[in-house]
T-cell receptor, first 115, second 111 residues
């Protein structure tokens, strides 16, 4: 069984630019979660999608957005990049619809560097 | 607001000893608590889930306890090996639709 796949693995962008990160969940999983992990810090919850809809959102500005496609893959978009957006962006999928006890399967992330 | 605390200092232990990692949480009452392992440059990997009505859970060399009165979970690795060296994250369920993670504790097991 293929795991969660994310692309690209690394990305370098300039302040003010826009970026799109992609995630393919495990086959059969309908929920996709996005987390931001800045260097040396913990995982910060960004977004949760299930069945194509945004179900919950973390404490991030509106320039962080995303969507989930009919095949359950997902994109995370970040507009007007700032230096502090430099981080590892992790995508996770779950086959359980309720988030409380969801066992998450993570991809290996996209390392975004903003210069 | 919900807060999770894990030892920020790295834990250094000798091979063969038992490693004990602590996770404390405040301002909420999670029904579940999960532990994950994260290696450098990789995504976290699920290890164990314990429910609020379970005091202890074991899986091979791993043991997790969950004390809802103390608002604390302890994660033990017995007979530790250098391959156990990693960062360990606890994640008390943060309520519907959201799993909140602690910042993690880095474990280094020395031969």
């Amino acid at each position: 069984e293929a795991g969660v796949t994310q692309s690209p693995t690394h990305l370098i962008k300039t302040r003010g630019q826009q970026v799109t990160l992609r995630c393919s969940p495990i086959s059969g999983h309908t929920s996709v979660y996005w987390y931001q992990q800045a260097l040396g810090l913990g995982l910060q919850f960004l977004l949760w999608y299930d069945e194509g809809e945004e179900r919950n959102r973390g404490n991030f500005p509106p320039r962080f957005s995303g969507r989930q496609f009919p095949n359950y893959s997902s994109e995370l978009n970040v507009n007007a990049l700032e230096l502090e957006d430099s981080a590892l962006y992790l995508c996770a999928s779950s086959g359980v619809k309720t988030g409380v006890n969801s066992l998450l399967h993570f991809g290996n992330g996209t390392r975004l560097t903003v210069t | 607001s919900q807060k999770i605390e894990q030892n920020s200092e790295a834990l250094n232990i000798q091979e063969g000893k038992t490693a004990t990692l602590t996770c404390n949480y405040t301002n909420y009452s999670p029904a579940y608590l999960q532990w994950y392992r994260q290696d450098p440059g990789r995504g976290p990997v699920f290890l164990l889930l314990i429910r609020e009505n379970e005091k202890e859970k074991r899986k091979e060399r791993l043991k997790v306890t969950f004390d809802t009165t103390l608002k604390q979970s302890l994660f033990h690795i017995t007979a530790s090996q250098p391959a156990d060296s990693a960062t360990y994250l606890c994640a008390p369920s943060g309520g519907y639709n959201k799993l909140i993670f602690g910042a993690g504790t880095r474990l280094a097991v020395h031969p």
